[in-house]
């Protein structure tokens, strides 16, 4: 309230809706003073849901990356449904704990675009898109091709080449 232009201003917040009493109050020079007292009510306007969890966007190649994501809404009685709309085949999503798992592989290596929502009883809708980076580890060399038991006579010198794709 501003006494010298008679303005009472303010934003409300969703923890003002509710109707709220205002008393206003002039005065005199002598000592009169009167009383005009009104409500205002303020109207719930649906909000959408906004997340509270931080997005981990980093990964490493063959270990497990967890991210759990969560939302929580403003509005009384709303209970954000989660859901992932756009994730790479490597993760998994768990709706109901919020959790979105996985664990990368070689051909995984790389960006991924990553889409989360939260949608209120409503059908406002509060969005997270975050991009994974899957960083390469190195892979120890695995045996392709195994090569078979080789017998040799006491006394005799081994001459054995094995082919280039023994290995990968």
Do not use: R
């Not at 709220?20 to 009167?34: C, K």
């Not at 992932?84 to 070689?106: E, H, I, Q, R, Y």
């Not at 195994?146 to 990968?168: G, R, Y």
């Amino acid at each position: 309230f501003d006494p010298a232009t008679g303005a009472l201003s303010g934003t409300p917040i969703n923890s003002d809706v509710g109707v709220h009493t205002v008393v206003l109050e002039a005065s005199d020079a002598n000592g009169g003073t009167s009383n005009q007292s009104f409500t205002i009510n303020v109207a719930n306007v649906n909000t959408a849901p906004e997340f509270i969890s931080t997005a981990i966007t980093n990964s490493t190649e063959d270990t497990a990356y967890n991210y759990t994501f969560s939302a929580s809404d403003v509005d009384s009685g709303d209970t954000p449904t989660l859901a992932a709309p756009m994730k790479p085949s490597w993760l998994s999503f768990n709706a109901s704990t919020g959790v979105l798992s996985g664990t990368p592989d070689n051909a995984e290596v790389g960006d991924h675009a990553v889409v989360l929502t939260a949608t209120d009883d409503n059908g406002e809708i509060g969005t997270q898109s975050f991009t994974i980076t899957v960083t390469n580890t190195n892979d120890a060399p695995t045996v392709a091709n195994a090569i078979s038991d080789q017998t040799i006579a006491e006394d005799s010198a081994l001459n054995f080449q094995f082919a280039s794709e023994v290995f990968n």
